[in-house]
Structure formats: structure tokens, C-alpha cells
């Protein structure tokens, strides 16, 4: 046999992930990382137990996956921007975001304080650790550097800075149902700016 017969990937196993991945996906999106069970995502894709063992040995693996599937990464704001223009670019790509996925993303900013509620050892501990850093990175990234020229150093508390930006937004998504537009936007980033150093503007 030719070293490309070896490099042949069986299309099934695409086939099992893509549809182990598009029910925990699914799940997640309706109803938060409790939903996404091994027995759940099992009933729902039609995947054998064992086969999606095979792909995801540990239902913290999964939901993992299911998180980076399901997540893209925050439009990046114009860096030639000034720090208000560029802290609006970003609430409003987070409003955009929330808008789509209400449920999720008040998952994903609660990740970033730390995942609760899923059972695990130590493996599923450091791969919960590995999505909490991957969430962090794509999501409290881009506010952070974007706060650190918004915030003067004596009031640079990232975490309570995020929370007063993205709280808003999830409250509409969430409570109101009210619609997170670019007026809002505007008002949660200009209150949050006033009286703050005039670098800002």
C-alpha cells in the first residue's frame, strides 16, 4: 500500500464529529452547558456512545468543542481609531454577538470567571482551564487592550470595566428584550467614559 492510501482520512469519522459537535452546538445554544450530556448530544446526533468516546473522550472535551465551534472571535476595532471609538467598534461586535445567541454569551462572559456546574477530575479540570484561557483570549482580550488606553492606571480594574460595558448588553438580551442598537451602544460607552481621563476621547 502507498504512504497516500495510509493518509486517507475515513469520511465517517468527519461525519460522526460534524454531527456529535452540531448537537452539543445545538444543545448549548438552547440550553447552557448543563444540556450538553454525553446522553443528551448521544440521543440527539444519533452518534453511537462509543463512537463519540472516540472522539471526545471526556463530556468536559466536548463541551469544550462545543464552545470553540460555536464561538467566533470578536471584529477587532480599527486601531487607528481613537480609544472611544475603538472601545464602541467592540461593544457594539459583542451586541451583535449577544443578539444572535442571547443564552450563550451570558455563558461564555460567566466562563471567564470560571466554569461551574460540570462534573470533573483533573483532566477535565486542565481541559476547562484550556477552554476558560481560549474564551479569555477571544472575549476579555480585546476589551482589555482596548481598556488600558481608556483607563487611567489608578482606575484600571479590567474585570469591573467589562462587566459595566457587556453588563447592558445582556440585560437587554436577557430580562428586556430590548434591542442592544447602536444608540445604546453609544450611550453605555459614553457614560462609562465620562469622567474618566480626557485621553479618551
Same mark, same amino acid.
Given at each position: 500500500? +502507498?504512504?497516500?492510501? %495510509?493518509?486517507? @482520512?475515513?469520511? @465517517?469519522?468527519?461525519?460522526? /464529529?460534524?454531527?456529535?459537535?452540531?448537537?452539543?452546538?445545538?444543545?448549548?445554544?438552547? $440550553? !447552557?452547558?448543563?444540556?450538553? *450530556?454525553?446522553?443528551?448530544?448521544?440521543?440527539?446526533?444519533?452518534?453511537? @456512545?462509543? +463512537?463519540?468516546?472516540?472522539?471526545?473522550? +471526556?463530556?468536559?472535551?466536548?463541551?469544550?468543542?462545543?464552545?470553540?465551534? #460555536? #464561538? =467566533?472571535?470578536?471584529?477587532?476595532?480599527? =486601531?487607528?481609531?481613537?480609544?472611544?471609538?475603538?472601545?464602541?467598534?467592540?461593544?457594539?461586535?459583542?451586541?451583535?454577538?449577544?443578539?444572535?445567541?442571547?443564552?450563550?454569551?451570558?455563558?461564555?462572559?460567566?466562563?471567564? #470567571? !470560571?466554569?461551574? !456546574?460540570?462534573?470533573?477530575?483533573?483532566?477535565?479540570?486542565?481541559?476547562? *482551564?484550556? #477552554?476558560?484561557?481560549?474564551?479569555?483570549?477571544?472575549?476579555? !482580550?480585546? %476589551?482589555?487592550?482596548?481598556?488600558?488606553?481608556?483607563? =487611567?492606571?489608578? $482606575? @484600571?480594574?479590567?474585570?469591573?470595566?467589562?462587566?459595566?460595558?457587556?453588563? =447592558?448588553?445582556?440585560?437587554?438580551?436577557?430580562?428586556?428584550?430590548?434591542?442592544?442598537? /447602536?444608540?445604546?451602544?453609544?450611550?453605555?460607552?459614553?457614560?462609562?467614559?465620562? $469622567? /474618566?481621563?480626557?485621553? *479618551?476621547?
Amino acid at each position: 500500500m +502507498t504512504a497516500q492510501h %495510509f493518509d486517507r @482520512r475515513d469520511p @465517517r469519522l468527519d461525519r460522526s /464529529r460534524s454531527a456529535i459537535l452540531s448537537a452539543a452546538v445545538a444543545l448549548l445554544s438552547e $440550553g !447552557g452547558v448543563r444540556q450538553v *450530556t454525553i446522553d443528551a448530544v448521544t440521543a440527539r446526533s444519533g452518534v453511537a @456512545r462509543s +463512537t463519540l468516546y472516540r472522539h471526545f473522550p +471526556t463530556s468536559a472535551e466536548l463541551l469544550a468543542a462545543a464552545f470553540q465551534e #460555536l #464561538l =467566533p472571535p470578536l471584529r477587532l476595532p480599527d =486601531p487607528d481609531a481613537s480609544p472611544r471609538d475603538r472601545l464602541l467598534q467592540l461593544v457594539l461586535a459583542q451586541a451583535d454577538q449577544i443578539d444572535q445567541a442571547p443564552t450563550v454569551a451570558a455563558v461564555v462572559w460567566l466562563s471567564t #470567571l !470560571g466554569l461551574s !456546574g460540570v462534573p470533573s477530575g483533573a483532566d477535565d479540570q486542565s481541559r476547562l *482551564t484550556a #477552554l476558560r484561557e481560549h474564551i479569555i483570549e477571544r472575549y476579555r !482580550g480585546p %476589551f482589555e487592550a482596548v481598556l488600558a488606553d481608556c483607563l =487611567p492606571p489608578s $482606575g @484600571r480594574d479590567i474585570d469591573v470595566a467589562a462587566a459595566q460595558l457587556v453588563g =447592558p448588553l445582556m440585560f437587554n438580551a436577557l430580562i428586556t428584550g430590548r434591542p442592544s442598537d /447602536r444608540e445604546f451602544c453609544v450611550r453605555i460607552v459614553d457614560d462609562f467614559l465620562a $469622567g /474618566r481621563d480626557p485621553m *479618551t476621547a
